[in-house]
């Protein structure tokens, strides 16, 4: 039998913790994850450098770009929700970091040939169009993202079996690239070891990274989350797989 007032405490919990920008410390004790060998922030912080010009797209609070050790004389970023907006613009202020606001699946505000590293972590989509139209030639650009059937496992626990798309593929990506103009030189996959270790973290995941479970209220899936309440307390906790790949593109000089 479910425990229904830890179920009902946890449940509250899930639901009133913080999930703006992309700072997931508040999962500290409560959930893990690995993180790919290429070492995302240290890549970028040793690229951006070396350039005299650097835009982040998609940069959510701007919490990952604000780690690195030496900005470019030239740093911008974009965001498409004004309350992260609001976020980036002050984790970024230390760098004198223009932050504007730009749709993810549109044209990005800025002119031809501006950067000479484009960089983005999990992007929503990628408008590879834009990201060649305001690379240098010679530029490049630089992104690890997530791949298809990620954390497909929690996905499937609360809406039931759900086909893969390959929308992500790391192929469709490559394809993309090379339509746009550019020529991919690295391109890496990852699968890695998530554990939530009660459901408020599974809800506040599924609140914070909203395209797990597309339109997720606890409300509307309160079954489904009291059964993985059960599972996580009788076996320990819940394990699934979050999918990501590096991709390198440069512009032609």
């Known amino acids: ?9 946890l449940r509250a919990e899930g639901e009133q913790a913080p999930v703006d920008g992309w700072d997931f410390s508040w999962f500290a ?22 350039v005299a010009s650097g835009l ?59 950067f000479e590293l484009v960089v983005s972590r999990h992007p929503t989509t990628t408008v590879w169009s834009e990201i060649a139209r305001v690379l240098e030639p010679g530029g490049s650009y630089l992104s690890q993202q997530v791949g298809p059937g990620s ?37 890496r996959t990852a699968a890695l070891r998530m554990e939530f270790n009660d459901i408020a973290a599974v809800i506040t995941f599924l609140r914070k990274v909203i395209w797990t479970v597309p339109g997720f209220t606890a409300a509307a899936y309160l079954p489904q989350l009291a059964t993985l309440h059960e599972q996580i307390e009788a ?19």
């Open 151 to 187: 954390v497909r496992e929690l996905t499937d626990a609360i809406m039931g079996p759900q086909p893969v798309s390959q929308s992500r593929s790391t192929e469709r990506a490559r394809v993309d690239a090379e339509a746009a103009g550019l020529a991919v030189i690295d391109l």
């Open 29 to 50: 004790g409560r959930a893990t994850e690995q993180r790919p060998s290429w070492g995302y922030l240290p890549l970028i912080s040793d690229r951006l450098a070396r």
């Open 1 to 9: 039998m479910i425990t229904e007032r830890c179920f009902d405490e």
């Open 56 to 114: 982040d797209v998609q940069t959510g609070g701007g919490e990952v770009l604000a780690k690195i050790a030496t900005p470019p004389a030239h740093l911008a970023a974009t965001e498409s929700w004004p309350p992260n907006l609001e976020i980036a613009r002050r984790n970024l202020a230390k760098f004198d970091a223009i932050v504007l606001e730009a749709p993810d699946d549109g044209e990005l505000p800025f002119g031809d040939n501006q």
């Open 235 to 253: 076996t320990g906790p819940f394990i699934a797989h979050s999918q990501r790949f590096l991709i390198e593109a440069i512009k032609a000089g």
